[in-house]
């Protein structure tokens, strides 16, 4: 009983991690804030419920799908946008907006049952799926960070000017990494759907994206291991401390503030937690 | 019908620019977006309330006391999550996910201490209308559009002809020589934050009038940085124009289209103004320097 319990919590952590890896990509990495990616989370949450819904799609097959369906709709925003080289600032209302125009769409299709939502999912995720997609996940970020593309990411972030005379090209780089960051939160979104068995437009508003947001900060902007952390901390603490929800929100707002305040480099900063142990690979990059 | 509409549209467009103004100014200095505004004019909305529905306060001094509700949390706000980082010269980033931060906090805030109840204001004004060409029009609309006009008209002959007004300008075009001038840097800031605070307070008041007050009401906001957007990021009467312009076309949208794509139809615009035109209408040229 009690046993069930914690997993269940564990499993909706580790969902929520997936997709803070994801964001952790864009803005941990590449320097960008976001505030709409619980967008991409519906889209792909949306996509593969609809598929296995409707059309009795594979569960593996929906997840890819909706992960695919989330990347893609990441260039409808990011072309336009990315391409304009928009201030930071404005990039981040402008996906802010797009999070939002989307819930208005969801709420009036058809297919998705407008805002009642979707009741009655099959629950095909398990905690072992949900364990097995992190890990791949967290394997296939490290990688990417670790290409030549996840450098050019890091240069972005590091300083764009400088980046662009080294011959990074900026709009395709960034775009890649929303594409990226979209999937992961995609396939999180996928696994949602498929293990609460209900989703409805109003599961994906600005307060997710902000505790997507409030996760990878606190983690550390630059780092996979802290933003998992965090993420897992966020899911699991108020869980075992029986916090009602509006608190918890009191304090990710406020963690925000006292982190940029006192730690902007967040719990990790630049390093990873394999550092602590062994030999320490700390960059000693400069906090910016 | 025609009539009515802009009218109508003319006085939502008032209440975003009253809210555009604040953001703006804050913008323009400080170089970042505020996005704790939002938090702002809903505090700003539950003071006046308070003024209203406690103390059963006339409606000038409940203006007058959201005006300098809102004033004093905006400076507030300023000092304890903003000022260290201004300090520090950190990134615009920093200061917009502190902003960010601040926004959640007040904002649940409210909602786990007073609740998410919605609350009215009492009538001031009645329902009464005005049959102007056949077409009635609410007396609070049109209140409500006039006394933003006359607002922003008085902030911008503040900021174009008083001496601390010269002083915001200054340092809106360089802040380290502004203070190398004399300009208490400290005390500048407070002003502006005042100054946008105040307006909050006014747009949170009306606001509330004419919809509900309750923990949300700050979203709102989203349609004034749109607005903000249209105008110019940092050039009060582009504002004041985006703001009503963005009034406007939503309203026509919402009576002739459809109400449930007005607001993908706003945010449609500002990706459109975002991508042709990132300057806005009025806006100075805002690349990212080296």
Known sequence: MIMDYILSVATLAGINMIAVLGLSVFTGFTGLFSLGHAAFIAVGAYTSAVLTYYYYVPFALALVAGSAMAGAVSLVIGIPTLRAKLRSDYFAIAILGFGEALRVLLENLTITNGARGLPGIDSFTTPFTVLFCLAVSVVLVSNFLRSRWGAACIAIREDPIAAEMAGVRLFRTRLLSLMVSAVFCGLSGGLMAHYLSFIQPVMFTLTQSTQLLAAVIAGGMGSISGPLIASFAFIALPEALRVAQMWRLVAYGLLLVLIMVYRPQGLMGYREITSLFGKRRDDGRRER | ?290
Request: proline share 2%.
């Open chain 2, 1 to 290: 019908m025609f009539l009515q509409t802009l009218i109508t549209g003319l006085s939502i467009g008032g209440i975003y620019a009253l809210m555009a103004v604040g953001y703006s100014l804050v913008f323009s200095v400080l170089n970042f977006s505020n996005f704790a505004h939002g938090a702002v004019i809903m505090l700003g909305a539950y003071v006046g309330l308070a003024l209203a529905t406690k103390l059963s306060l006339g409606f000038g001094l409940v203006l007058a006391g959201s005006v300098a509700g809102a004033g004093i949390i905006a400076v507030l706000n300023e000092r304890l999550a903003y000022s260290v980082l201004r300090r520090r010269k950190a990134p615009s980033l920093y200061l917009m996910i502190s902003a960010m931060g601040c926004s959640v906090f007040l904002e649940n805030l409210v909602y786990a201490t007073i609740g998410s109840r919605f609350y009215a204001f009492p009538e001031f004004f009645g329902r009464q209308v005005l049959t102007l060409w056949g077409s009635s029009v609410s007396l609070l609309d049109m209140g409500a559009f006039l006394f933003a006009l006359v607002s922003i008209f008085a902030l911008h002959v503040f900021i174009s002809s008083t001496r601390t007004g010269i002083a915001i300008r200054a340092g809106v075009s360089d802040m380290t020589m502004c203070s190398l001038m004399g300009v208490d840097l400290n005390r500048l800031i407070a002003i502006v934050f005042l100054l946008a605070g105040g307006f909050a307070g006014v747009a949170g008041v009306f606001l509330g009038i004419k919809y509900l007050v309750y923990p949300t009401m700050g979203w709102v906001t989203n349609k004034a940085y749109i607005a903000a957007v249209i105008g110019g990021l940092g050039s009060l009467p582009g504002a004041l124009a985006g703001g009503l312009i963005l009034g406007v076309v939503e309203t026509f949208v919402s009576s002739y289209v459809s109400s449930v794509l007005r607001d993908v139809f706003s945010f449609s615009l500002l990706i459109a103004f975002l991508v042709l035109r990132p300057n806005g209408l009025m806006g100075q040229d805002t690349e990212e320097k080296v």
